[in-house]
């Protein structure tokens, strides 16, 4: 399984401002996951990050409100833009492993709230 | 559509069996993962069925009916540390969709 790493790990930010977070795996992934999970909410998948070319936004998310970076196969940022009270959540990101490919594996998460 | 239902919240006793159900309507169905998240941490992998019948994997066992749409996780011996959310997730064509999860508490 792999190891991630994401930061930081809580933040209360103010109506308004941006929030970016980092996300670290220790090898190399094609993909990377971002998902929010809202108080008592299921994993709602946000986009998929791929090395090289533009992220993929589930619907009801966009990038202006959700910019993602992913400068190398160990590395991704999601910023939340203009955040509003409704952005407070917890942001998880993940990669896939396994002997099939498909088991996600997540970070710790970064648990935000905006006043 | 997707639609993933399992319980809010479970109680059960310290040593005893307990039985979290999931119930999933999801397109393009692959397989069905179990999640355990404790409050705070990242869910972590539990176990994933892909054919009908019961997987067991030490204390804890899944199992899957996809002609029911239908799984569940059986905690067996349970202990204090179980104590966590129970997420059920169903792998669809081009997606995983979550359940909400289940909370489940272990009492002494």
């Known amino acids: 399984s792999a190891v991630i790493s994401q930061k930081p790990s809580r933040d209360i930010c103010q109506r308004g401002t941006s929030l970016t977070i980092q996300c670290q795996v220790d090898s190399q992934v094609t993909m990377m996951f971002w998902y929010r999970q809202q108080p008592g909410q299921s994993l709602t998948l946000i986009a998929t990050a791929n090395q090289g070319s533009e992220a993929t936004y589930e619907s009801g998310f966009v990038i202006d409100k959700f910019p993602i970076s992913r400068p190398n196969l160990t590395f991704s940022t999601l910023t939340v833009s203009n955040m509003s009270p409704e952005d407070s959540s917890i942001y998880l990101c993940?990669?896939?492993?396994?002997?099939?490919?498909?088991?996600?594996?997540f970070g710790a998460g970064t648990r935000l709230s905006v006043l | 559509g997707q639609n993933i239902d399992q319980p809010t919240e479970m109680t059960a006793t310290e040593g005893a069996i307990v039985q979290i159900n999931c119930t999933y309507q999801?397109?393009?169905?692959?397989?069905l993962f179990w999640y355990q998240q404790h409050a705070g941490e990242a869910p972590t992998f539990l176990s994933y069925?892909?054919?009908?019948g019961l997987e067991e994997k030490g204390r804890f066992s899944s199992f899957l009916s996809r002609s029911k749409g239908y799984s569940y996780l059986l905690l067996k011996e349970l202990q204090m540390k179980d104590s966590a959310s129970y997420l059920c997730?169903?792998?669809?064509?081009?997606?995983?969709?979550f359940g909400t999860g289940t909370r489940l508490t272990v009492i002494p």
């Open positions: 999801t397109s393009g169905f692959n397989g």
């Open positions: 993940s990669v896939e492993g396994g002997h099939r490919g498909n088991i996600q594996y």
């Open positions: 069925n892909v054919l009908d």
């Open positions: 997730a169903a792998e669809g064509a081009n997606n995983l969709f």
